[in-house]
């Protein structure tokens, strides 16, 4: 069965950092890309960074600078950096992992972030 556990989000203030987490279960990890999304009050979700099985990043012109994708292959996981987070930063984070050129992909569960100004 495959799991992707989010954590991390909380309510902080603006300008503040948070660091998520996503834990990874049922799949050989190492071969998929993992991307985190985001979905604001109100607005569809969007990609906000994204890590290859080689470890090339990506990431939205809204968070570059701010934010950091990172993954250890060996503990299953990737995380996500936060700096300098601002109100527009608040939504529900998701985990996706994928195997690029397929239709599979897994989602997690979401964790939520709040950035008070």
């Known amino acids: 069965q495959v799991q992707l556990v989010e954590s991390g989000g909380g309510l902080v203030q603006a300008g503040e950092s948070l660091r998520l987490s996503c834990a990874a279960s049922?799949?050989?990890?190492?071969?998929?890309?993992m991307d985190w999304y985001r979905q604001g009050p109100g607005l569809q979700r969007e990609l906000v960074a994204g890590?290859?099985?080689?470890?090339?990043?990506n990431y939205a012109s809204s968070v570059t600078g701010r934010f950091t994708i990172s993954r250890v292959n060996a503990k299953n996981s990737v995380f996500l950096e936060m700096n300098s987070l601002k109100p527009e930063d608040t939504g529900v984070y998701f985990c996706?992992?994928?195997?690029?050129?397929?239709?599979?992909?897994?989602w997690g569960q979401g964790t939520q972030v709040t950035v008070s100004s």
């Open positions: 996706n992992a994928k195997i690029a050129g397929t239709s599979i992909a897994y």
């Open positions: 049922g799949i050989m990890f190492r071969h998929f890309t």
């Open positions: 890590i290859t099985t080689n470890g090339i990043t």
